[in-house]
């Protein structure tokens, strides 16, 4: 797992007339799905810009990175949502595990706002790009922020996250490849393994197993 995504919604009060339905709500607007089919979140991965990813999750190997996001998100390989109404107890502590994990993203973006009024309130710029340099600004000043104070952080005890011996655990080795898709065909290709949905519940499934047996026992001794 790399990170969690999600969508803010920033409203855009002097969004040009002719914008309006993509960048104001309502119907036919630029929800979390709209956002993410005009992201370039994949193009470093459909273009073989991005770095190679290997690693085994419960004995199987897998070369595509994922994210943790809510359930809006389609059933992408590269993709891992929480399961709504978990029926077992390895589904609900998989459930507990990943909507823990997800809080990162959402404590970021009320942290933005309640640090930041410019982008708590309606943006009243014009040009696209300077809201874009707003929003960078105000992520960069909050992470400077966070450096100056992480000497007063509390520090957890990590040793339940690191890697093991065993078979089950999850071992990931990072190489960096700038070889590009030789066509568009390949591209293509990379386009659909993203996209795709038996990928995405092996890969949930194996994760439902390795966090179970990474952390059940702790369970049931609660």
Same mark, same amino acid.
């Given at each position: 797992?790399?990170?969690?995504? @999600?969508?803010?919604?920033?409203?855009?009060?002097?969004?040009?007339?002719?914008?309006?339905?993509?960048?104001?709500?309502?119907?036919?607007?630029?929800?979390?799905?709209?956002?993410?089919?005009?992201?370039?979140?994949? &193009?470093?991965?459909?273009?073989?810009?991005?770095? +190679?990813?290997? #690693?085994? %999750?419960?004995?199987?190997?897998? +070369?595509?990175?994922? #994210?943790?996001?809510?359930?809006?998100?389609?059933?992408?390989?590269?993709?891992?949502?929480?399961? +709504?109404?978990?029926?077992?107890?390895?589904?609900?502590? $998989?459930?507990?595990?990943?909507?823990?994990?997800?809080? &990162?993203?959402?404590?970021?973006?009320?942290?933005?706002?309640?640090?930041?009024?410019?982008?708590?309130?309606?943006?009243? $710029?014009?040009?696209?790009?300077?809201?874009?340099?707003?929003?960078?600004?105000?992520?960069?000043?909050?992470?400077?922020? %966070?450096?100056?104070?992480?000497?007063?952080?509390?520090?957890?005890?990590?040793?339940? $996250?690191?890697?093991?011996? &065993?078979?089950?655990?999850?071992?990931?080795?990072?190489?960096?490849?700038? @070889?590009?898709?030789?066509?568009?065909?390949?591209?293509?290709?990379?386009?659909?393994?993203?996209?795709?949905?038996?990928?995405?519940?092996?890969?949930?499934?194996?994760? %439902?197993?390795?966090?179970?047996?990474?952390?059940?026992?702790?369970?049931?001794?609660?």
């Amino acid at each position: 797992m790399i990170r969690s995504i @999600d969508c803010m919604h920033w409203e855009w009060k002097n969004c040009p007339t002719a914008w309006k339905r993509q960048y104001s709500r309502g119907s036919g607007t630029l929800n979390d799905i709209n956002v993410l089919d005009r992201s370039p979140l994949f &193009d470093d991965i459909i273009n073989g810009q991005a770095p +190679q990813v290997t #690693y085994s %999750v419960n004995g199987r190997e897998y +070369q595509l990175a994922y #994210y943790l996001t809510d359930g809006i998100y389609p059933k992408w390989a590269t993709f891992i949502q929480s399961i +709504q109404i978990p029926q077992d107890p390895k589904a609900v502590l $998989f459930a507990q595990r990943q909507e823990a994990a997800r809080k &990162d993203v959402e404590r970021a973006f009320g942290v933005l706002q309640a640090r930041f009024a410019i982008v708590k309130n309606p943006t009243l $710029f014009w040009d696209k790009v300077k809201i874009g340099n707003i929003m960078r600004t105000c992520i960069i000043l909050h992470n400077m922020i %966070v450096e100056d104070e992480r000497d007063g952080y509390t520090h957890f005890n990590v040793s339940e $996250f690191q890697q093991g011996d &065993d078979a089950r655990s999850l071992h990931v080795d990072l190489t960096y490849s700038t @070889d590009m898709p030789s066509n568009i065909a390949n591209m293509m290709g990379v386009r659909t393994r993203i996209r795709d949905k038996q990928m995405h519940q092996r890969l949930k499934a194996d994760l %439902v197993e390795h966090i179970w047996c990474k952390f059940g026992r702790d369970e049931d001794n609660n």
